[in-house]
């Protein structure tokens, strides 16, 4: 016995693989936030009026708002918004064209990620398709396919070359899914977000690529608020991936970002997220505060969104990707994993808003604890009074590691309308000694029989993964639980 | 040199000494019957013999191949073959039967410094040896024992053992639950995985599996020792009298 509760203690020997810091020249904002700050941002990037109009009145909104503290499941100190830097960005002479002007010492650091940023030719068949935007710190450095996409119509930039070039597109949809009165974390956003993703994809077109960001926290005391915009537009499809890492740093960082996705008629797009920010040491010192805002809107009928998030990184994750579903028929759904380890805490899970007839949503939650870490999943399925004949189905499973850590199911559920169906089913199991002498004695390491124990019990939500990203996310897994297990 | 030397062993289990003083000698190409009451040690001997370290083991010894295996872990003891074939098999659930086979047996062949199968080796390998136990194909993409019947969990059983190739079977009341023909297809894929290199120690209640699976030699369990040894016909006296007869012989 004595023996187990050694192991446990020792949980993960494994080093977060993504902490090293990139040596590159950077100017910063000067610390703190104030409405000087916002504007300097906004002049960093020359932005027109109505950007730094809607910035100032996002910021004077969140001086009035309290940071969500007592609902959530969350336990960390009141987080000092004046000792941070809001702006950091590499500094380049003169603005990249493309990729291969781009300082050598940033692409290296995209070898060390193993991000591709070349644009791969389609006939080596080696490589595979994917068109990334990569963002350090405050600002995106490097867009590819750009010119690929365009044939096609299809706009994919970082937000700044956005705001730049199609500022009607911007000034039409931003805020529009997530206004910045949505919440604490979003109106700060909006006050002081400096980069992110921008994709539209016009009527008709089916995107022939994965289009993907990679974000990458690198500058110490530094903020990072991205906000990426996508936009469907009628008959089109888009598969969009997001990763994101972050240095080791014994101080907290703070990361607070918005995703808006409007799908219009017939359009359907699916977003996918590994996110695997620092999650802090194993004494739970260090590690991303990770307040994220993520929804989208099912404008048009027969429009569909789906999310997939595998969630292994950060110290605090606070996220609750959502589908408002207004059009008739429209569909909405929402597959997680999320593992905690050592002394994490996530809140995680999904909001499905039912307003169109014949509306569907679907939710599967995979929740994974170890350590002393805690899991909760909180959802939201409401049904609306005119949403007639909705469905929604819920699933809510958690594994248990070990004997230390919790995981927790807050399911809301509200149907005005007598027509809606909804069905909630929820699970917790552990890894129990006995599965693990079983796979033992057929021959499995521990920690290979943890992996295909966690692998099995996630796989519902892995399938709906693109190909290149479920094999990074599964490795992910079992690192995050190696040697969880005593 | 024996397979499976156990010498006076003790062992317990949450404080309560179950394994008494137990002694038994396996030799490859045997097949010997543990028959005896219910609580008389039985299961406890087979999980001691494969591991499981919710047992104690407090003195004696478990030589396997001549070498003692009381400090090797589980999956130690099963990479050099030792295979138990379980009373009740565990459920895992999204876990394949395939997946479940293709872990295991590239972690055995590393250990035997054998090269990794390939897909399609592996995938014929599996289709051979369901085919020992009569299971079609499409069991393989379900998930390990998960809504598998009695029947079906003590198959998938037998089906790992074909799979892995071990050297020492111990099968727990793998009998137990199992209609007539269910019994005669277990049987029967034992029967073919029998040769002159491996030994089977065949755990049961019943003398009825031991007319499908002919043993060489069988013992009575008894108060966590051996009381009594003999031929296969042993088996059908047990049927007949039960075990008090023995308990009285043994005072």
Redesign the interface.
Known sequence: MSDEMELLEEVTSNEYKYGFVTNIEQEFAPKGLSEDIVRFISAKKKEPQFMLEWRLRAYRYWLTMKEPHSWAKLNYPPIDYQDQYYYAAPVQKVKPKSLSEVDPELLDTFKKLGISVEEQKRLTGVESNIAVDVVIDSVSVGTTFRETLSELGIIFCSMSDAIESYPELVEKYIGSVVPYTDNYFAALNSAVFSDGSFCYIPKGVRCPMELSTYFRINAAMTGQFERTLIIADEDSYVSYLEGCTAPMRDENQLHGAVVEIIAHKNAEVKYSTVQNWYPGNKEGKGGVYNFVTKRALCEGDYSKVSWTQVETGSAITWKYPSCVLKGDNSIGEFYSVAVTNNFQQADTGSKMMHIGKNTRSKIISKGISAGQSNNSYRGLVKINKKATNSRNFSQCDSLLIGNKCGAHTFPYIEVDNSTGIVEHEATTSKVS???L??????????D?AVA??I??????VMDQMPMEFAIEARKLLEISLEGSVG | MSLLEIKDLHAKVEGNEILKGLNLTVNAGEVHAIMGPNGSGKSTLASVI???D?FEVTSGDILYNGNSILDL???ER??EGV??A?QY??E????SNA??MK??VN??RE?RKLDNLSAGEFLKLMKERAAFVELDKSFLSR?VNEGFSGGEKKRNEIF?MAM?EPKLCIMDETDSGLDIDALRIVSNGVNKLRNKDNAFVVITHYQRLLNYIIPDFVHVLSGGKIIKSGGKELAHELEEKGYDWLKDVQN
Request: hydrophobic share 40%; proline share 6%.
């Open positions: 000694e006995d599965i002498f079983y796979c033992r004695q057929r021959g499995m390491s521990e290979n295909l124990i692998n099995g019990f996630a796989k519902e | 494969a591991g499981n919710n872990e589980p999956e099963a990479r295979f138990l379980f098999p565990l895992i659930p999204g876990v997946n479940f872990q295991a972690e055995i250990h998930a790992q892995l």
